[in-house]
Each structure stands twice: as C-alpha cells, then as structure tokens.
C-alpha cells in the first residue's frame, strides 16, 4: 500500500503565511486602487457615469467638429504640426547661400542625436515618440539620399552605445549629451563620407524636462549642458574636415552658447528646436527650399549664458531657520524687469548715450543672435514706415518689398521705447531700452512683389508699475520712440539713429532714422491705467509680500541707473537665516468671518424649481438660476468637485452635472501621462517653437485643432497653455513655454487658447505664477518686486485672460513671498479676477500625495482657488470641525466656478434640460472584482486545504498513538 505523503508543519507555517501575506496584499491593494478609481476610470478611457435622455428627446451638441471623421482629423493636424515648424523655423548662418540643398543631394546625417530627435520634453509637454518620424524617413520624403552606411553605424553599429541621458519625471538623474567618441567612427564609415559628400548635416541636440533645470554645473565632460562638449566639436571638426559642405541643425530649445558657428568652417545653420509628432518634416522642406524659413527667435542668444544678470539667483538656496512644511527654499529675482533683451539691449543704449563706461560692457562680445532675429533665402526691403495716432492706439504700416529671387515670409516687429526719468529713478522704477509692442507676418511674397503691413499698437503698452510713487500704473511725461525693425537689436539702432546717434558714439552699425517715430506726452498720467478697463477697479500694489524689501529694507534690485552698482548677488549667500516675520509669514493661514452663515444644501427653488446644469448654458455667471442650483447641492457634493479635481471633475447626480476629462499638456492632449480617450490626439510642436512662428493664424489653428482632439477624445479639459517666462537659459521648462518676453507670450497664448475655446475645450493657462524654473518648485518662495511681476511674469496670463477670455488657470506649486501661489488672495482674487474679469476654474498643480498639503486647501479657498489636482479619496477630506459657515460659503464659491466653467464646455455636448445623469460601475471595476473573486477563493482554498491535510494528519496521529 502506497505511504502518504505528510505535509511537514514547517511547510505548512510557510503556506499559512504567504497566504496571509497575499491577502493582506489584495485587500491593501483594493484599498489603494479604489483610493484612486477617479484616475484609474480616465486613463482606460471609461466612465463613472452616463447621460440618461429623456423619453422622446435627440441629444444636443453645442460644440461640433470641422471634420467629417478622426482620420480626417487626423491627416489634418500632421499636416499643421509640419507647417508650424516650417513657419517656425529659425535660419541663424547662411554663408554664400549654402542653403538650400539641390534635392537629390547625396548627405551624411552626423551626431547620435541625428538618429533620437528632440520632439519634444520630459513630463507635461512629452510627445508619443512611436507615432514620430525618423530623421532618416523626412530626409528621403523631401527628396535626399541618405548616407545608408553612417545612419547603420548610430542605429545598429558601434553608435548605438551612445544616445542622451534625461532625468526622470520626478527629476531623478541628469541631462547629459553622451555624444559618440571620434574613436568610435570606424575607417568604413569615414569612408563613406565620399559618396554622400554634397553635405555633411550635424544635429545638435538638447533636451529639457518636468522637475528638473538644466544644471549650469560642469559635467563629467568638463563642459555645461548648454554648450557644446568636446566630442561634439570633435564631430565638427569631422565634418569640417571631410566636407565642402557643413549645416548644423539645432534641435534644442534652450538658448546654447553657439560660438562655434564662428570657431568652426560651418556654412548654414538651422534651429528647430523640439519638433513635436510630425514637424521633422517641416526640417526637410527647408533643406530643399520647398519652404523659405520665416521664423524668428524668440530668446537672446549671447556668447556666454551666464551673462544674464537673472543668472545669479539661479540655486538651491536654502531658509536655514525654517521648519515649516515646504517652505525652506527661495530665490530672488534681483534682476528686476531686466529679463533677456530687456536688459542686453538696454546696456547697449546706455552705452551709445554716454551712461556707461564702453570698457565695461561690449555689445558685440556679449549678444551673438538678438531676440527677434531671423534670416531667410530671400532679401526684403523696408519702406513708407507710418505711424497714425488714435485716442487709444498706434495704427503703424509699412511696406514690405521682396527684392530677392525666391518667394517667402517677413516678419514686422514693432518696439517701443519709454522714457527713463527723473521721477523713475527716484522712485526705483526701470524702464527698458526697448519692448516688442507688436509684430506681423506676411503672407509669401513673391518675387519682386510687395505688401503693406498694417499692426495697431494700443497705447496701454506705454504704461509702467508705480509701486513707490502713485501705486498703479503710470504713464510718464517725456518722449517716446515707436520703430520697426528685424530683431530687438535692429529696433534699438533705428531708434537711436532718431536721436541723432551713429557709429561714432559706439553703435554697432548705423540705424535707419525713418523706420522710427518719436511721440511726446507732456504731463505724467496716473489716472488713465490706474483703474481696469474690464471691470472698472481701482488698480493698486497687491504684491508688497513677494517684493524681498518687506523683509529687507536695504536690498536694491538692479537698476540702469548703476547697473556696476546694483549688479545682483545670491541673496543671503544661499543660507538665509529668516526674520520671525518671514517665519510667520510662511505658515498656513486663513481667517474666519464670524457674519458667515451655513449656507443652506438640498433645497429646491420654489422660484425655479428642480433645475438641471444644461438649463444654465450659456446663462451670465451672475444669474440668480446658479444660486438656485447651489442651493440644491449637497454638502458633500461641493467637497467632492473641490477636493477630487484630478485629470477629471466628478459628476454631480443632484444637479445632472456631467463629469469631465481632463488632460496634460502643452504640445497638445497627451495620452503619455493620463491615457485613455477613444482618438489619439496629435502631440504638437513645443511652445517656444510655437512661438517662433511670430504667426498668431497659425497659432490660433494649432488651438482650434487641440479642441478638435478635444471633441474626438472626449476630452473636456485641458492643462496648457504653458507662459511662464524664460528667465534662465537653463530652465528645465522652457520647451514648454513661449518666450523671454511677455508681450509674444501673451499674444500668441491668446491666440492658441481662442482657438481652443472655440471647440468647448476650457483651458488651464499655467503655471501661474513665477515658476519660471524647475528647482525648489515645490514650495520654493520666489521674491521678486512688483514692477516686475507685474510687467514681466503676469503680462502673458493677463492677456491670456483679457484676450483669449480664458477660462481656466492652474496655481504653481511655488510660493510669491511667503505664500503659496494658489492662497495669495491679491493675485488669485483681487489681479485675476477682479482686475482682469477671469471668470472661470482655478485648479491647483499636482496634489495628489500628502507631501503636497502645503497647497493649504483653507487658505486656497479664501484666496480664490477652486479644484484641488487631486485623484485619491483619501487626501483633502473636511472634519466636520473644519466646515465653518465661512469654509462652506469658500465651497459653494468655488463650487459656482467649476459647474460655471464646465457648463459652459463641450462636456455638455449631448444633454438638454431634461437629460438625466447617472451614476454606473466602469467596466475595470467589474474586472477588478471579478479578479478578487477568483484570487480571494483561490487563497481560501489554500487555505482550507492546508489546514484539512493539518487536521487529518493530527487525527492519524492520535489513532496511530491508540493503536
């Protein structure tokens, strides 16, 4: 007879505690999925709940498609994304009309980053790379042959081993350039340079991401981020010395050093900057001159990148006496407004005027490419210049003559030059040499042919920040300069020319007097622009906490009036030893109004009785019908829209509010963080080169083509447009944003966010405000005086709003001063709102993980933010201690913006009065718990078994002891 096997009780303790262990597993893991369902449900592209219609009623769509399907959709929108960077592009050296190539040329694609494009940037504004076409593909499409050869040696060859490095979403890691070793090239593949020999083309690459700057420290290559290492000049030299031919094709969108151009016998260089899922294509088409590049930059590029003064407070610098939750690091922006051009091209005037000694500030050794600046294959002449003047605007016009060969596009600039007197210094307020007040592109001119170009320019653009004299916005006695010109620097020389000034006095070339108008205004004005023009509101300082002087009476920004003198400095070395001002400025704060009454829940109107969201579509945001509906809402109705705001908004039964979608990023809907959606979106050029297109039209098609997706993908909401500003040249975000400047970002912003709009979508314009760099984010206190941010950091979300009416914004996770952004009451309330006439959502950025709670959600509420980012049901709950009358009118405040905003959406497409919303199970839930089911029974059956083959072991025994 056969033994049984025994199970050893070892065996079965072992058993007994993987079980456990899984089980505790499962219910844990249950706990934490459900914890983050809202989430889960988008990123599957599912719902929580579903549009009942009422018996005999068709849906209605208030916002409908262009298109008669998503593929003709689609084909449209990669064929946008290519003409954005055709327009886009930038041609900075073009010696002996290198460019364009013959098509048919035989060309050897050089550098690893010739094989892994730059399309775009880590995190919100990353690009489905799968969907993107090689270099390889765009090259043969417009018509060259490619060096087969040196492209197998970087994909499959000994170049393989070498490809960039970027730091992770959460900023882990470093950017590095990894370039392949000149050892590396073998004897065949130099060899094959003599048969692909009409061009050698090097791609530069350079990347940016989410989380992280680009580190201004040395690398391992002994060389920084933003400037070329040996191994690239090692590729250069290469080229150099193998062909007649070099172009350089500049796939960075941060400004790098770009020296070599000069160093190095390079014929024509290109910048593209970060291409998005069908731009590379655009690259190939100004290569063979099917397309005239008209782009121009949108950043200074100087010699050296440290050269700015803003580079100074660029760190991680540290609050060594605070203990307060995230709320240790700062930075000063002690620069002031003298950002970019604004300060390159000031000095330089300072300069010819006589204001600063020539030795100790040089032009041309300091600005290599000035903003604005752009070449293209043909040659325009300028003429007519003139200038009419209204009550409240500049009519400028021009006439632009192509005198070239070859049709193409030019590009107006309009810049304005302001006063800088008596009363401004003494009242510490900095006026620029010059500023863009507007620009406009031409259709193709063709050859020989000419077009007027005809740019308004609003007399608000004269105005600066008082903060110390009148508190508002001034007009200064004095004489202005309005001028044309190709870039800021060329601007500058035709207003200078209008004073008189000429190379003799240190300009660098001579300036066209008539492409300027000098204007007088004879008495300083500080009533026209001290109260708003949207909402009639007196305009007064409300950022004396973000100016570092409430906390330092003696520090100086930089000024013009000693620019040696003022020059910045790390503010406190880096190691701040804080006031307890500063220290109890930093920590959470609200106040209670004892008048507050509990606002009252689930009462129908006896007015109106049971209302619907859809019967308040297109309803003023005043209407007594959305009191009435408030009113009908549940208390946990409000907490749930506030607290769980997350890539979606919760529906709401009570009121037969839809939930919604909502999605990163800047380069368009991205399904490369959140997922889901029944189309895939197209992932678009990165917004510096958007900006670089100085083309608002086009601009505003990329919007329109975002809502489109919107519409195919179901998705309401969207997290863009990004206008920070390019403070740094290392800013990890840059790709993202517009530009130095705040007048080409506000514009083109608005322009991009009408466009959207015009589809259903509602936007977050973000990150507002002041975070303009990646390191310390999260917390980080940035002090800047308000002048500046009024002028330089806010301008671009200003316009957005006044504009492009947007109707949403998200909050930074930084702080302005002491306070985090979302709860500083006088930029979320009293500037967004009350002086812009923002009507609309404000949503926080990421705030989905405790680490996040400095985002103080009392404070937020008081100040006028609205939605928490948050995707776990978990975080952000109200004690029933904490729901005060004051806190529950916060609610019901915030409330009324976010059913305003999303009623006012394509989310409402497909509902009436009487449709009727409804909550269901997503599909993955059923899944899920069908999967439970199994594992649940699986484990028990473990179980059971284990402990029955126990028991009858015990029983055998004891029978086997008896015997």
Request: a negative charge; hydrophobic letters at 35%.
């Amino acid at each position: 007879m056969k033994k049984k096997r025994r199970l050893p009780i070892p065996v079965a303790v072992i058993i007994y505690f993987i079980t456990i262990i899984l089980t505790v597993v499962l219910v844990v893991g249950n706990v934490v999925i459900l914890s983050y369902s809202q989430i889960v449900t988008g990123f599957l592209g599912q719902s929580s709940s579903k549009l009942v219609p009422a018996k005999g009623e068709e849906p209605v769509d208030y916002f409908t498609s262009d298109f008669d399907s998503n593929e003709a959709l689609h084909d449209y929108s990669k064929q946008l994304g290519q003409e954005i960077v055709e327009e886009a592009i930038v041609l900075l050296k073009n010696q002996e009309k290198a460019l364009p190539l013959a098509s048919g040329n035989k060309v050897s694609l050089l550098g690893q980053n010739s094989v892994d494009l730059i399309y775009g940037g880590g995190g919100a504004g990353s690009i489905d790379t799968s969907q993107a076409p090689d270099f390889k593909t765009v090259m043969k499409k417009s018509g060259f042959e490619i060096n087969p050869t040196l492209w197998d040696f970087y994909t499959e060859g000994p170049g393989k081993e070498f490809r960039k490095e970027t730091p992770s979403i959460t900023g882990q890691g470093a950017f590095k350039v990894n370039e392949v070793p000149k050892s590396v090239y073998t004897k065949e593949v130099i060899s094959s340079f003599a048969d692909y020999q009409d061009a050698a083309i090097v791609t530069i690459g350079r990347s940016g991401g989410e989380s992280a700057d680009l580190s201004p420290d040395k690398l391992d290559s002994g060389f920084h981020y933003l400037e070329i290492d040996q191994e690239e000049r090692d590729l250069l030299q290469l080229a150099q010395d193998n062909f007649d031919k070099v172009v350089v094709i500049l796939n960075t969108s941060n400004p790098i050093e770009l020296d070599f151009l000069e160093n190095y016998d390079i014929d024509a260089c290109i910048w593209a900057g970060a291409l998005g899922q069908t731009g590379a294509y655009g690259i190939g088409e100004v290569l063979n001159g099917n397309v005239n590049p008209s782009g121009r930059l949108v950043d200074t590029y100087a010699y050296d990148v440290f050269s700015s003064p803003a580079m100074v407070n660029f760190g991680d610098y540290t609050i060594k006496n605070s203990e307060v939750a995230s709320g240790d690091k700062y930075v000063v922006y002690g620069e002031g407004i003298y950002i970019g051009y604004k300060y390159y091209e000031t000095r330089y005037e300072d300069v010819v005027l006589g204001n600063e000694d020539r030795q100790a500030y040089d032009y041309e050794t300091q600005v290599q490419y000035p903003f604005g600046y752009g070449l293209s294959y043909t040659d325009f002449e300028w003429s007519n210049y003139q200038v009419k003047e209204s009550d409240d605007s500049f009519e400028v016009s021009l006439t632009v003559t192509n005198k070239g060969q070859t049709a193409g596009k030019e590009t107006v600039q309009l810049y304005l030059q302001s006063p800088y007197t008596d009363y401004d210094k003494d009242n510490l307020i900095e006026k620029a040499a010059v500023q863009l007040v507007g620009f406009d592109k031409t259709v193709e001119i063709a050859a020989g042919e000419a077009e007027t170009v005809t740019i308004e320019v609003s007399k608000e653009e004269m105005k600066a920040y008082d903060s110390q004299g009148h508190g508002t916005y001034i007009v200064d006695a004095g004489d202005y300069y309005l001028a044309a010109g190709r870039n800021a620097h060329e601007g500058l020389n035709n207003i200078l020319a209008a004073k008189g000034k000429t190379v003799a006095d240190g300009m660098d070339v001579e300036g066209r007097k008539e492409l300027a108008k000098k204007f007088t205004v004879d008495q300083l004005d500080a009533k026209t622009y001290a109260v708003s023009a949207e909402t009639g509101k007196e305009i007064s300082n409300q950022f004396e906490n973000v100016d570092i002087k409430k906390y330092d009476d003696d520090f100086v920004y930089l000024s013009r009036n000693d620019w040696e003198g003022t020059w910045p400095t790390v503010y406190a070395d880096g190691k701040w030893k804080a006031s307890e001002q500063l220290l109890a400025d930093l920590e959470f704060s609200h106040e209670e109004n004892k008048e507050d009454k509990m606002p009252e829940f689930e009462k129908i109107s006896e007015e109106y009785g049971k209302l619907s969201a859809a019967m308040l579509i297109g309803a003023d945001y005043d209407d007594d019908k959305y009191q009435a509906l408030l009113d009908q809402m549940s208390l946990e109705d409000m907490t749930t829209l506030v607290r769980m705001g997350g890539y979606a908004t919760r529906y709401i039964e009570s009121i037969n509010l839809p939930g919604t979608i909502n999605k990163d990023g800047p380069a368009g809907i991205s399904s490369t963080l959140v997922g889901g959606g029944e189309s895939t979106a197209m992932g678009y050029p990165a917004q510096v080169v958007v900006a670089s297109t100085w083309n608002s039209d086009v601009v505003n098609r990329m919007g329109q083509a975002i809502g489109e997706d919107s519409l195919a993908a179901k998705v309401s909401g969207w997290y863009a447009p990004g206008i920070n500003t390019h403070r740094l040249p290392f800013g990890g975000r840059n790709f993202e944003y517009f530009s130095e400047d705040s007048f080409i970002s506000g514009k083109l912003s608005a322009s991009e966010v009408e466009g959207a709009q015009n589809k259903g979508t509602f936007v977050f314009m973000k990150h507002f405000a002041l975070n303009d760099i990646e390191t310390n984010r999260m917390g980080g206190a940035m002090f800047a005086n308000e002048q500046a941010v009024r002028e330089v950091f806010l301008k671009p979300f200003e316009t957005t709003v006044r504009e492009g009416n947007a109707s949403g914004a998200m909050a930074g996770m930084n702080r302005i001063g002491p306070r985090w952004v979302g709860s500083h009451k006088g930029l979320m309330t009293n500037t967004l709102r009350e002086e812009w006439d923002f009507t609309g959502l404000v949503i926080t950025d990421q705030a989905s993980f405790p680490n996040f709670y400095y985002q103080d959600m009392f404070g937020g509420l008081e100040a006028g933010t609205d939605m928490w980012l948050n995707t776990s049901t978990m975080l952000w709950n109200f004690s029933d201690e904490s729901l005060t009358p004051t806190m529950a009118n916060h609610l019901r405040n915030a409330s009324h913006n976010i059913i305003y905003t999303i009623v006012n959406s394509n989310a409402m497409n497909g509902m009436t009065a009487n449709t009727e919303v409804k909550k269901v199970t997503p599909k993955w839930k059923f899944m899920l718990f069908a999967a439970d089911a199994v594992i649940g029974a699986l484990l028990a059956f473990i179980f059971f078994i284990t402990t029955r083959k126990l028991i009858r072991q015990r029983r055998e025994k004891k029978a086997a002891i008896s015997e």
